[in-house]
């Protein structure tokens, strides 16, 4: 059961390394870099992954859109976390057995329409207070260690 988590157009390097950090802690198995996400070796990704870079397997493939197929196609069930009118509750997903792809999407946009389209569901986090949305690296270690 492998679980992978792809990063959609990310701006902040910060974000990055603190989703590579999540990702170590939580037990996911990689991190897939998309778009214009920004790769290791950079000393902003490390100020805030604290080596998980380096723990957890990445790999960058620059169009999203290939790198859902790609896993698709190796039989991942593609989730993405993205408020839309077919989403569910994070926390009454059903056991997911076999291989994850989690998909996070760009801080300001989400997760994109073509990557929308491609995913088996869709899931959201409960939002109680006035923000309707959360920090992508807050929100990326709610789900993986709700998806874990």
């Known amino acids: 059961m492998k679980r992978v988590v792809l990063l959609e157009n990310l701006r902040s390097l910060h974000n990055v390394g603190s989703v590579f950090r999540v990702a170590d802690g939580a037990g996911w198995d990689q991190v897939v870099l ?29 169009d999203p859109v290939v790198a859902v197929e ?48 491609l995913a088996d569901e869709h899931l959201e986090i409960p939002m109680y207070g006035q923000k309707g949305s959360l920090n992508v690296s807050i929100a990326a270690g709610i789900a993986m260690y709700a998806l874990k």
């Open 34 to 62: 998309t778009g214009y996400t920004g790769t290791p070796p950079d000393r902003r990704i490390e100020k805030v992954s604290l080596g998980a870079e380096e723990t957890v397997a990445w790999e960058q493939i620059v």
């Open 70 to 117: 790609k896993y698709k196609s190796e039989g991942y069930k593609i989730l993405a976390l993205e408020q839309t009118s077919k989403s569910t509750d994070i926390f009454e997903c059903d056991s997911l057995e076999g291989d994850v792809l989690l998909i996070l999407g760009n801080e300001v946009e989400g997760v994109s329409a073509s990557l929308l389209q």
